[in-house]
């Protein structure tokens, strides 16, 4: 090898070495500008949480407790006489914040779940049944209740989907049944 050539390679080498060293920098200050906003990412999922664990008594989790507040307000002011509801929703507004909206939530969760009362339902019979008659049978027994037709199908599909209820179609209507603990099953 002459000294030319190992120049060369000595050359080339350092060229590589800079390149190689400007790339690793580059990559370096792209990573730091990623954990820096992952970082960021991370209070904000902090942040959430805490108002999730917060709010988490709220049996409406769409509605904020402010919401559930101005309606128990309201409320309030239609069952009271017209000259009594202005005294009260002066007062009500001087109540501690969340303090009504608490109360009516609380209230509100301690209900069974709507997926819970159709199984009772449907535990009760042995052949299957339309969603209309489950959901006739629900106001029946249930008056302070009041699932749309719609919402009553959802959550029966929810509970197909689990596998706590079997669906059966039959031409064009759609029947249920309890599934019985230990027997497997799947949906027609």
């Given at each position: 090898m002459?000294?030319?050539?190992?120049?060369?390679?000595?050359?080339?080498?350092?060229?590589?070495?800079?390149?190689?060293?400007?790339?690793?920098?580059?990559?370096?200050?792209?990573?730091?500008?990623?954990?820096?906003?992952?970082?960021?990412?991370?209070?904000?999922?902090?942040?959430?949480?805490?108002?999730?664990?917060?709010?988490?008594g709220f049996a409406d989790a769409s509605r904020l407790p402010e919401q559930l507040q101005d309606e128990a307000v309201a409320a309030k002011a239609k069952r009271a006489p017209a000259g009594a509801a202005s005294r009260r929703s002066g007062s009500a507004r001087t109540a501690p914040a969340g303090s009504t909206a608490k109360a009516g939530a609380q209230a509100k969760s301690r209900q069974p779940l709507l997926g819970d009362l159709l199984a009772d339902l449907l535990g009760t019979y042995e052949e299957p049944r339309l969603a209309k008659e489950l959901r006739d049978e629900l106001l029946e027994k249930?008056?302070?209740?009041?699932?749309?037709?719609?919402?009553?199908?959802?959550?029966?599909?929810?509970?197909?989907?689990?596998?706590?209820?079997?669906?059966?179609?039959?031409?064009?209507?759609?029947?249920?049944?309890?599934?019985?603990?230990?027997?497997?099953?799947?949906?027609?």
């Open positions: 002459t000294s030319q050539s190992a120049a060369t390679l000595r050359s080339r080498y350092a060229e590589q070495a800079a390149s190689d060293l400007e790339e690793n920098r580059r990559r370096q200050q792209e990573l730091a500008e990623k954990i820096t906003v992952l970082k960021q990412e991370e209070a904000l999922l902090a942040d959430i949480l805490n108002l999730a664990e917060r709010y988490q249930h008056p302070d209740r009041n699932p749309t037709p719609q919402v009553v199908r959802n959550t029966l599909e929810s509970l197909v989907a689990k596998g706590r209820i079997r669906r059966h179609k039959q031409q064009r209507s759609v029947m249920y049944t309890l599934v019985k603990p230990g027997a497997a099953g799947s949906s027609d």
